[in-house]
């Protein structure tokens, strides 16, 4: 009768061991991906910056179509750099936020990119009012987070005024 209640216990801390050792294996591969954005980020931006100045220096003053080339390689290093910050927000709504700004990002990099013909007027109109849509989004946002953070300010120095008072009034008695 002991035998059935040992094995399952030793089951148990088998799977204990199983889910430590994978969460251990998960972590470290994490690391790992997050280190190789990084070095990716680093070269988009050091590939950016080089071919900027190698612009500049060679043609003087830019036309249109390399100004957009270069706004449209900009706007691709930031959408690495969101994706790279995000890999390190521990907050599901910062985590969220930043995921409206990179879709912001994303859609105006879409925008830019998209030759301006007529026959497609449908598709700019839902783009432009799916960024907009995106941009009240991130504004709004913002603005609870501010909002929250001041209210959470006002609650813990009310919370320390009232500790302060009863402190104050044990110390009378």
């Known amino acids: 009768m002991n035998r059935p209640h040992t094995e399952k216990n030793r089951l ?12 251990v294996a998960l972590t470290t591969l994490r690391q790992v991906f997050v280190l190789l954005m990084i070095i990716y980020t680093a070269i988009c931006v050091i590939s950016f910056a080089i071919k900027l100045s190698a612009l500049s220096f060679a043609e003087g003053p830019l036309a249109f179509s390399i100004i957009n080339q270069l706004l449209t390689d900009g706007l691709y290093v930031l959408i690495v750099l969101a994706i790279v910050k995000s890999l390190f927000l521990k907050n599901s709504f910062d985590y969220a936020v930043t995921l409206l700004e990179t879709g912001f990002v994303v859609l105006i990099r879409k925008l830019i990119l998209l030759p301006t013909d007529p026959t497609e007027w449908k598709l700019l109109l839902i783009l432009g ?3 907009t849509l995106f941009f009240v989004l991130i504004i709004v946002t913002h603005y609870y987070r501010r909002k929250w953070l001041m ?8 919370e320390k005024n009232n500790h302060a008072n009863i402190a104050q009034g044990e110390t009378r008695l």
């Open 151 to 158: 209210q959470d300010q006002d609650r813990r120095i009310t």
């Open 12 to 23: 148990q801390m088998i799977q204990s061991k199983l889910d430590h050792w994978l969460n």
């Open 129 to 131: 009012a799916t960024s």
